[in-house]
């Protein structure tokens, strides 16, 4: 039979066993919810971070954007075509064998152009078997940006859309890059452009086109001035048929 002193070790001893095994239940309960806490920390930061970081990007190339609008501008009084408007109706033949009619309109505003063409091609009759054919394209440079802008020279890159105006009607991505050279009084100019239309996803290139061309001053009346124009262009259709002519019109600028 246990003695009074053996049973009192005995509840000594189950309660230190128990007060150990709270004490480490308690502890394992920390370190989960010290996890969990962590987890949440990590998680929150991580979002945190990144949204901070998507608005500081953004807000940093709207700063320099804007920056290097205000440069643009300030260049204005100088190269007067920063902030014009742009017309010019252009026509090209090929005698006996293809015509382009070519109006087109651009704006101009420091840094930012966008430029909006009619491309109209006729064929001669004598050159299709006895009978006439067109077709004609909507060619929207929706943004460009005026990246040179010297008191002699500026060059632009831009991007837009080709959409064709028969068969499917089908649309498709166009990269432009131009430059223009100017004389010290700006009654002598040339134009130098480069086209190109692409379907991504055939990898077919519905359009390839270089055109150039020289202004000649005809008449400056306040804003206004006039140019007579005189170059040539060649068009490069699904990398198989090509056509070309000799340029010719007016330019129209406001400023």
Known sequence: MMSIHDVMKSVACVCCMLVISIALRGQVNDIKNKSAENRSQSSKE???????GNTFFFFDLF????????IKLQKAEEVKRLVSFETFLQGAVQPSNYYLALPRVRGNWGLF??????????????????????????????LQLNVITQRHLIGRIGG??????????????????????MSESQTLN????????????????????INFNVEKQ??????WRGYATLGGIYQRYYQSVSVWGLQAGIAVRVF
């Open 190 to 209: 040339g134009n130098l452009e480069y086209r190109v239309a692409k379907d991504y996803n055939t990898n077919a290139i519905p359009r390839r086109e």
């Open 46 to 52: 991580r979002s945190s971070s990144s949204g901070s």
């Open 113 to 142: 152009s966008t430029d909006f063409r009619f491309n109209y091609l006729a064929e001669d009759a004598q050159a299709n078997g006895g009978k006439a054919a067109d077709l004609s394209t909507f060619d929207w440079q929706v």
């Open 63 to 70: 700063r320099v954007v804007g920056t290097w609008q205000s």
């Open 218 to 223: 005809i008449f400056n009346t306040g804003k």
């Open 160 to 181: 837009g859309s080709m959409y064709e105006n028969f068969g499917n009607r089908n649309s498709f991505f166009e990269w432009t890059a131009g430059l223009t050279w």
